[in-house]
């Protein structure tokens, strides 16, 4: 366990706990009471942040400028919730901090960027300069980190946010089992191997996003402008216009957790990735697939064959087993558009072994009850 000491204005106490979380943000206490390592680059860059309230209404729209002509080298307004538009300017390295957050400052950046007419009133301003770090692990035996202690990125893209979601995703049906004495201590390990796979992605994808908005050599500033330039009339740069593109769900493909995958799937999602969504009906009522995924080990079994499905729901223990048919039953998800099948590469049976987490563990084409089994054992780390 973990013996934690916690100081407050009356006192200290102590928690004493089977496992330590460690969510205490990217200055995490914790991290440097244990002397962790926190690794990865700053980028040489301050950006000011402007949040204000307009008194018109505006569409909900997203915009990034590059090299303005006004002050900073790039900008971007986005809505947030609230009636709060946010506004980002690049300000360079050396820079004033104190001076830039002044109004009389900032005013130069907000009204070059809305233009004369519009009306607004500050909520808030302030500086930031921005990292992608991580840690080398993220699991210390009891002490388990995740979020921004343990992995921090640039803003762009909401990566930070999103990871610190997969985190927990991936974390707590592996914490619930083991707790349970359902799963093999060992399982919290691949927690590790995977919040890690998924650092790596979101710091990648988000120091490309910051190099293409805030190019380091003149070289690459021409290439930069390049792509901005053909973007315009060429559909084919449109790609490479990199403004801080957006968290998607991370795959696991060398994940210990990865079962068999066997059948002859041409497509679909194979074991370690995410499944995919499709419309369905539930007696008659639309409804969503991924809806119906989660929080347990199911087996979804791609088959019209109603009596298989109640067998293997006697006989396989701690999997919850759902049918998706081509027909519409009582108590079967019916893919009356096809988009199930299509979707998993389905091309007549099918069976996929889905973990809490809605991440595939193993499929096949045809069933083997013995290797489902096995498969969820192996989901479990046992």
Known sequence: GVTVTVSCP?????????????????????????????????????????????????????????????????????????????????????????????????????????????????????????????????????????????????PFGARGCNGGYADVDNLAWKLDLVLRGDANPDLLE?????????????????????????????VSKVFRNAVLSLSRDHGFARPFVNSGRLSTPVHYPSSPLNGPDEGDYEFGPCPGSPCVDAPIKIDGEDAWLLSQLGNQFMLMCFTDDTECVHELSDVLSGIKVIQIGELERAGMLSDHKGLCHQRYGIKQTGYYLVRPDQYVAARWANLDVDAIRSAHQRAQAI
């Open 10 to 154: 009356d006192g200290d106490y102590q928690i004493e706990t089977d496992y330590l979380l460690a969510c205490d943000g990217s200055r995490s206490p914790i991290r440097h009471m244990m002397g962790l390592d926190f690794e990865g680059r700053i980028f040489e860059d301050n950006f000011l942040i402007a949040d204000v309230r307009f008194k018109q209404q505006r569409p909900a729209e997203r915009w990034f400028r590059f090299d303005p002509p006004y002050p900073g080298d790039s900008s971007l307004i986005h809505k947030q919730p609230d009636g709060i538009w946010r506004l980002d300017f690049q300000l360079g390295w050396d820079i004033d901090k104190t001076e830039a957050v002044k109004i009389e400052n900032v005013e130069p950046f907000v009204r070059g960027f809305l233009g004369p007419d519009v009306e607004y009133e500050y909520e808030w301003v302030s500086v930031y300069t921005f990292q992608c770090r991580r840690m080398e692990r993220f699991v210390h035996n009891r002490v388990i980190f995740a979020g921004d202690s343990a992995h921090l990125v640039s």
């Open 190 to 218: 691949t927690y590790n191997h995977e919040a890690l796979t998924t650092a790596e992605e979101n710091i990648l994808n988000s120091s490309r996003s910051t190099d293409f908005m805030t190019p380091k050599t003149q």
